[in-house]
């Protein structure tokens, strides 16, 4: 289960508009090395759909499917 996932670094984006989140993620994830687990919070309702479409498309991996825990989305991406 995602919430149980450990990941090596944490990207808080609450209170960034589109498109930053996406922006942000990006940047974030072109900065770390290989292997890791990028956990990424957003409450910006167009990054459910933005976010994993960029960093697919971008070469990242899911590690599983967003989730929502109220207002919060969750996301784990590979680099």
Do not use: W
């Amino acid at each position: 289960m995602q919430e149980q996932m450990q990941a090596d670094f944490t990207l808080d984006l609450r209170g960034e508009s589109c498109p930053y989140p996406v922006i942000y993620t990006l940047d974030t994830l072109e900065g770390l090395e290989g292997g890791k687990l990028l956990k990424i919070i957003t409450d910006c309702p167009a990054s459910f759909r933005n976010v994993p479409e960029e960093t697919v498309k971008r070469g990242y991996q899911l590690a599983d499917f967003p989730i929502k825990n109220g207002q919060d989305i969750l996301f784990y991406v590979y680099t």
